[in-house]
């Protein structure tokens, strides 16, 4: 399984960029951390069709696998994962080929959190929006850290994560 993870975090160095960096270790995944692209707010009329989304989503539509990571900030997505959901509006609208590349591929979250339960109203958008795009959705794995990182936890956090792809 060809597996690639989209990482949104506000720290890049961060919580989920170490148990990332873990799961990539030991998957051999393809990493795109959004942090590293220009992409824009979703735009009605579709000015910023330049920048980094579009490329991404060529880039993404190689592999069989997306893994979603994204710490829980205010029981949500990053803003920055949330800016590209918004932005596979574009894959409806003016690149509906494109989108049509997306389906049958499955997806699943990666995500950190302080509370010891990732909230159901975080995982929802990630299953629904799977539902829309005709994509399979694999279920989430979740680290709890409220301390110091504890890398034998999130080496195995990861190999958890790794066993619900395949
Ligand atoms: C803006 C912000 C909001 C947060 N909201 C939550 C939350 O709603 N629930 C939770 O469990 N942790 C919350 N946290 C804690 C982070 O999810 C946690 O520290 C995470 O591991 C940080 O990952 P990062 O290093 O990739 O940013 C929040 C942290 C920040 C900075």
């Known amino acids: 399984m060809n597996v690639a993870v989209v990482l949104g975090t506000s720290k890049s160095d961060g919580n989920t960029r170490r148990l990332v960096n873990e799961f990539v270790y030991q998957s051999g995944a393809a990493l795109f951390d959004l942090s590293e692209r220009e992409i824009s707010y979703y735009d009605y009329e579709h000015k910023n069709r330049m920048d980094d989304f579009l490329p991404l ?71 629904l929006t799977a539902k829309y795009m005709h994509m399979e959705f694999n279920g989430w794995t979740y680290a709890a850290i409220q301390s110091e990182v504890d890398l034998a936890a999130l080496e195995a956090v990861a190999e958890m994560a790794l066993h619900k792809i395949h």
């Open 57 to 127: 989503i060529i880039e993404l539509s190689e592999f069989d696998h997306i893994v979603f990571a994204s710490p829980v900030y205010w029981y949500s997505m990053s803003a920055q994962l949330k800016v590209f959901f918004d932005r596979l509006s574009d894959l409806l609208t003016i690149e509906k080929q494109l989108g049509r590349r997306l389906k049958g591929k499955s997806i699943s979250i990666l995500s950190t959190g302080y509370n010891t339960e990732l909230p159901e109203c975080f995982i929802e958008p990630f299953v």
